[in-house]
């Protein structure tokens, strides 16, 4: 009996893996047409020996520098570490508080935690779910040392009334810029606004590495001197430790291939709106589905394009029947996260965070998508909900 039913579970998991028609993410046919830029890239890093921080590293730091339009960029080894290193050079540390979002990947309050400081957590707009910035008094206490809005799927929180905030109170603010590398807010691009930004090119981000790396841009030079210490265990010159760090260093094939796709970004980010646009069009009016918003201030450059719909799990099963691949960006908002059920938050506190994310559906989206990919997304979800719409 049970082997029975393994043979059938086993044949269902083959089948679903050949039908895959619109996989939800896909590398390959990205880095495909670069591959032989990529090999000369990295044969170059190997002949020079230099693995770890040196030039290549220094190389990437100022492209990505000049292309968010900031005075210093400092490569680092992930995005949490970003997030990180720029929470301790603001001085953040045990007893603090740093407010923030709990509709964010799990990274962003985990870097508050590693400070040794609290994280305590303001709700979301109900149209942009980013950072709702008349929130922001009810959870400032004389502890508050640091502010963090997330510019969530590619779109950026609207920094104006943040940044004032944080200036009127002497708070930094820190942008969490990992899902939205080359985002605009009023016409300039993220990374720009906060005291320190934060990006994350983990392989699926908009810009991503052939492995862990991130990056913290600022135009603060006191800042951007102490992460450079930071990150290089607090050394100032070699073997001389001024501070205590950490070994936070980008790695050189990664800063020699981020080089690369940083030059098809923009490009990149073009297909992902122009997609986002055919989604829009076919979705919009559809009964029981929300797509997202382009809010007046933004260019979105959706690294994730999350529609809302009441009966998700039933949508997910009929588009995967069809062969389309989707993902849910994030099940359960940080403050519910059972890691953090010593803070003492409850169901209930965040009615925006809580509510879209028992909604958020994310839908296949990368440059690469075809037109005609587009279009059977789009017709799946129409199959989707009028089939799962039970009156
Ligand atoms: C990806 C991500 C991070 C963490 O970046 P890593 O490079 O994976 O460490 C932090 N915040 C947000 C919003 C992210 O999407």
Redesign the pocket.
Known sequence: MVRRRRIILLRRLLSFKMQIKVPFLDLWSQHLPLMSEFNQAIQEVIESSAFAGGRFVTAFEQDFAAYCNTAYGIGVG????A?WLSLLASGVGPGDEVITVPS??M??AEAITYCGARPVFVDVDERTYTMDPNALKDALTSRTKAIIP?H?FGQAADMDPILEFGRNHGIPVIE?A??AHGATYKGKRVGTFGDTACF???PG?NLGAFG?A?AIMTNNPELNEKICVLRDHGQERKYFHSVVGWNCRMDGIQAAVLRIKLRHLEAANQRRRSHAAAYDAGLRELEGVITPMEASYARHVYHIYAIRVSNRDEIIKCLADQGISTGIHYPVPVHLQEAYRSLGYKRGQFPVAEHSATEFLSLPMYPELTRSQVEQVIEGVKEAVAGGVQV
């Not at 992930?78 to 570490?81: A, K, L, M, P, R």
């Open positions: 992930s995005g949490t570490e997030l964010t990947f990274a962003t997330v969530l969490d990992c899902q994350s090119f983990y981000k862990e991130g």
